[in-house]
């Protein structure tokens, strides 16, 4: 399980309690890797403090897209997830898409949030069915929530998508979902509840216009030809 975590000094302690716990009772062997992605509070502190966990740590903030990256390739796992440092997404979620995986059914598992229209705020999902009719036409993409924190690979997907990718801000998830169905890697959408941070520091004007920006960047250069970013 990858973590990153960017200023989540008050969040991240109970995340890494909830997921070490679950994964603990779950599986026989797992790890977690906390990537702090060059907080500027007690982020990184929180993270050592509690311990049995892989720490990545770096001093320069370089978006969700780059923290993901560093611990996907650093992971050693057979199944490859990552969520979110705020604890949005209950553990117990990995177990449905671990089956999912072990029947060969897909070989990723992006989530969907189901209860989206009463966690969020009227411009927030306007602003949300707007992205997903961008993505239809411009990219072709047909998911009603890219943006969803939660998602996971079998280890050797992951390591392929993940090498390739260029996008490391928020619209690194597109990347992901596009760069697969280039591929034609087949992912599995499964349904998923969460629980909204009210006080997130997420502001979703700006989040959109950065992912406006990735999705030109994306469609522009596209998956198979060039470098991808070096980390």
Known sequence: ???????????????????AGFLKDSFDKFEIIAVND??????????????????????????????????????????????????????????NAVLIMEKGLAKGVVGIRENRDSEYSLSRRILSAGLKKLLGVVLK????DTQCGFKGFEKKTAK????????????????????SEILKIKLEKLPVTFRHRRESKVNPFLEIWRILRDIFIIKSKGVLGGNANKI
């Open 38 to 95: 060059g907080s500027t509070d007690h982020t990184l502190r929180e993270i050592i403090d509690f311990g049995c966990v892989k720490v990545i740590s770096y001093s320069q903030n370089r978006g969700k897209g780059y923290a993901v990256k560093r611990g996907v390739l650093m992971a050693t796992g057979d199944y490859i997830f990552f969520t979110d440092a705020d604890c949005s997404f209950a553990p117990d979620n990995i177990r």
């Open 160 to 179: 392929q998508l993940f090498s390739r990718t260029r996008v490391w801000d928020f619209g690194f998830d597109i990347e992901l979902i596009y760069m």
């Open 1 to 19: 399980m990858v973590i990153p975590a960017y200023n989540e000094e008050k969040t991240i302690k109970n995340t890494l309690i909830s997921y």
């Open 141 to 144: 993409i047909d998911n009603p």
